[in-house]
């Protein structure tokens, strides 16, 4: 079962369309449950290579990074415990700064 929702795929921009915004919208909140691993998603977008590709900011345990993420990948990757990713259904859509939490200083 895909992650993404045709609906959810369909209103995201474009790869690379908010790369200069300093305060990107995010669309979704990926989880990997019972662990601390997230990706907030900015932009999808179909490539030759990997088919259709998430733009997200991935933030784990010490890390924050953003990066490109082919579907798939998400599809396939598993837990510790074999957990699937999910998608957060309650997550608001928003600007980064409003709905991702900031990183412990």
Same mark, same amino acid.
């Given at each position: 079962? #895909?992650?993404?929702?045709?609906? $959810?795929?369909?209103?995201? /921009? /474009? $790869?690379?369309?908010?790369? #200069?915004?300093?305060? /990107?919208? %995010?669309?979704?909140?990926?989880?990997? +449950? *019972?662990?601390?691993? !997230?990706?907030? %998603?900015?932009?999808?977008?179909?490539?030759?290579?990997?088919?259709?590709?998430?733009?997200?900011?991935?933030?784990?345990?010490?890390?924050? @990074?953003? *990066?490109?993420? +082919?579907? @798939?990948? $998400?599809?396939?990757?598993?837990? +510790? !415990?074999?957990?699937?990713?999910?998608?957060?259904?309650?997550? /608001?859509?928003?600007? $980064?700064?409003?709905? %991702? +939490?900031?990183?412990?200083?």
């Amino acid at each position: 079962m #895909a992650i993404i929702s045709d609906q $959810l795929r369909a209103s995201l /921009p /474009p $790869l690379f369309a908010q790369e #200069a915004d300093d305060d /990107p919208v %995010v669309y979704a909140r990926l989880f990997l +449950p *019972g662990t601390s691993l !997230n990706w907030y %998603v900015l932009e999808g977008g179909v490539t030759k290579e990997h088919g259709f590709v998430l733009s997200c900011l991935f933030v784990g345990r010490e890390e924050w @990074s953003f *990066g490109h993420f +082919p579907e @798939s990948f $998400l599809e396939q990757f598993r837990g +510790p !415990n074999g957990e699937v990713i999910e998608i957060d259904t309650a997550f /608001p859509t928003g600007r $980064l700064h409003d709905v %991702v +939490p900031a990183p412990d200083s």
